[in-house]
């Protein structure tokens, strides 16, 4: 219950520039089962929304957090449970920066709860994946703030990708020439496929690989720096 602000210190003194945490649920649609496994666990441990806010509302005090950026990833049940724009408040009080919802549509995006995220001051993040037609892809990005989330593949977290047809996939869509930046995200989990993901995206993100380090870890702070130097060994 009392690990997240360890674990955001740890990212953010060994350069992570943005830390995406993701908000418990017990029906993860996107999501694998290293991610599945920690988002029961947090519940089973009394995590909610409430407590999360709380903690990133601590993490803002501590020096090497202080201009990292945070983004909110989860799914819009619990959030509706909670009121939407009471949400959306309190994230902005708390100091998240964004938003990461992947079953918030973008036609209800656009008329219903588009402006309650921008009054508040949030990004908000859309995803695209291989699929995704260039018209759908320009749109997504026309509607994104901060970054545009590219799933490397049709699955879920946590799995194997074919990172060669990942690389055709970024190239295509560098060539678009979007007004956000690209990360990608799916099955990064080393230096290989870090820098095969950057080679044409701005940054990659990393999520059931680190939670499986986390679940091995003795020290937080050990087993995150050796990881962070494993998958980007110049820093």
């Known amino acids: 219950m009392e690990s997240t602000l360890p674990v955001m210190e740890a990212l953010a003194k060994n350069g992570v520039e943005i ?3 993701g908000m418990p649920y017990s029906d993860p649609l ?5 991610i599945q496994e920690s988002s029961s666990k947090a519940i089973a441990n009394g995590m909610t929304i409430a407590a999360l806010f709380n903690q990133i509302s601590c993490c803002r005090e501590i020096p090497h957090l202080q201009k990292t950026g945070i983004v909110l990833m989860g799914y819009m049940n619990p959030i509706l449970q909670y009121g939407f724009e009471r949400f959306c408040a309190d ?8 938003l990461i919802l992947p079953d918030l549509p ?6 219903s709860y588009g402006a309650i995220i921008k009054k508040h001051g949030l990004d908000f993040i859309f995803l695209v994946t291989p699929e995704t037609t260039e018209e759908r892809v320009k749109k997504l990005d026309s509607l994104s703030s901060g970054f545009l989330y590219a799933v490397s593949a049709s699955a879920t977290t946590g799995g194997d990708t074919d990172f060669a047809k990942v690389n055709a996939y970024l190239k295509k869509l560098a060539s678009y020439h979007l007004k956000n930046p690209v990360m990608v995200g799916f099955g990064i989990k080393d230096q290989q496929s870090f820098e095969t993901a950057t080679q044409y995206a701005q940054g990659a993100i990393i999520g059931s690989a680190f939670i499986k380090e986390l679940h091995q870890a003795v020290d937080i702070e050990t087993a995150t720096s ?8 110049k820093l």
């Open 19 to 21: 830390i995406e945490l």
């Open 30 to 34: 996107a999501d694998g089962p290293t």
């Open 91 to 98: 994230a902005a009080n708390a100091g998240v920066d964004g």
């Open 106 to 111: 973008a036609f209800e995006y656009e008329n």
């Open 226 to 233: 050796q990881f962070i130097s494993r998958i980007r060994p």
